[in-house]
Structures are given as C-alpha cells and as structure tokens.
T-cell receptor
C-alpha cells in the first residue's frame, strides 16, 4: 500500500459546484496533513493544513481529517476556473519534522 | 524579496555528464530541501538540510550529492547523470518551527539523454 494515495483524476466539475478531493494515508503515526496546489508548469504552493480531527475552513476551502479512517479531504466551494490545478496531499509522519510524504496529486478541472 | 530561486531553469545533459543545480533563498529560512517530480510519481524528497552545516538523506538519495554552502544556498549535484534522473527538480525552504510549511522554487527541468 502506498503511503499517501490520491485519485489521479481528472476530476471535472462545473463552475460554482463543490469540488471534493480525497486522500488516504497508511501510517497511523502521521501527525500533520497538508494540501498543496500546483498549476501546470509551476511549483507547489501550500493552501491548507490540518492537525486535528474535524473540519478546518479557510475561505472557500475546507480541509477535513478523520484519523481513525486515515482519511483527509479538501472541499472547494463555489469552484472557479482559476481553481483548475493539480492538488497534492502531503503528510508529515511522526519522527521527523522535515520529511513530507506527498501523494501523486489529483488534477481538478473547473469548467466555465 | 525573490523567495526561492533556482538555476538553471532547463538543462540537457548526456549520460555520464555531471552538473550542479543551484538553489538560494532570501527568507532567512533554516531548512532547505531538494525534491524531484516525475509523472505518476508525485514529489519525492532527495535530500534535506535541517540547518546550516547539516544534510540528511530523503526518500531517493542515490545518484545525488548535496552541499549546504551557507544559510542561503543549497546545491544538488549529479556526478554521473543517468536517463532515470530526467525529472523536474524543486528546491524548497522552511522556517524554524514551521518546517512543514515549505516554500518552493520555480523548478529545474532536467533531460538526460
């Protein structure tokens, strides 16, 4: 089982809809969870992080974490064409502050 | 404030050639990282430097060496390039106490023929 798994997509949603991106992880000792956005040909940028079970909201973005199910998700409300990008899930495992393990990313396309 | 800069932006090498990828950050960050990104493989950590004077292996260190030249600069060297090292290389940095918030450079596209 891969350490961090994401559906590669593409996930296609109409403008204004809710986009739901999912990620599962294998290491129960994982402590912190991150969502990076990467536009085509560009570098990743951090958009959300979550440490505790439950929901965390930031503008149109909501990160959800369920440690019992080893599942983290990102919801994007009122999706815009500018949200079209690859979304990378990253996990910080216990034992190292420095090592992030990334999933392969989910390509999201928001259609006008 | 340029953030994280990388040179070169693009490079073509022949098998067996060597080269050094340069990375610099002007955010006074303690920690720096080198990743490679391949289609279908995601971002993988090659080496990292927790602080000036220290370096540690990541997930895929074979075939690479690094040097933390000073607090600002962290270079990645390929001694004898192989086609399997064709990839996009990203440098990143983070501040002390917030290591998981990593700021990425624009990347170097490397093609090894």
């Amino acid at each position: 089982q891969k350490e961090v798994e994401q559906n590669s997509g593409p996930l296609s949603v109409p403008e204004g809809a809710i986009a739901s991106l999912n990620c599962t992880y294998s290491d129960r000792g994982s402590q912190s969870f991150f969502w990076y956005r990467q536009y085509s040909g560009k570098s990743p940028e951090l958009i959300m992080f979550i440490y505790s079970n439950g929901d965390k909201e930031d503008g149109r973005f909501t990160a959800q974490l369920n440690k019992a199910s080893q599942y983290v998700s990102l919801l994007i409300r009122d999706s815009q064409p500018s949200d079209s990008a690859t979304y990378l899930c990253a996990v910080k495992r216990g034992g190292s502050n420095y090592k992030l393990t990334f999933g392969k990313g989910t390509l999201l396309t928001v259609n006008p | 404030n340029a953030g994280v800069t990388q040179t070169p932006k693009f490079q073509v090498l022949k098998t067996g050639q060597s080269m050094t990828l340069q990375c610099a950050q002007d955010m006074n960050h303690n920690s720096m990282y080198w990743y490679r990104q391949d289609p279908g493989m995601g971002l993988r950590l090659i080496y990292y430097s927790a602080s000036e004077g220290t370096t540690d292996k990541g997930e895929v260190p074979n075939g690479y060496n690094v040097s933390r030249l000073n607090k600002r600069e962290f270079s990645l060297r390929l001694e004898s390039a192989a086609p399997s090292q064709t990839s996009v290389y990203f440098c990143a940095s983070s501040e002390e106490g917030r290591e998981e918030t990593q700021y990425f450079g624009p990347g170097t596209r490397l093609l090894v023929l």
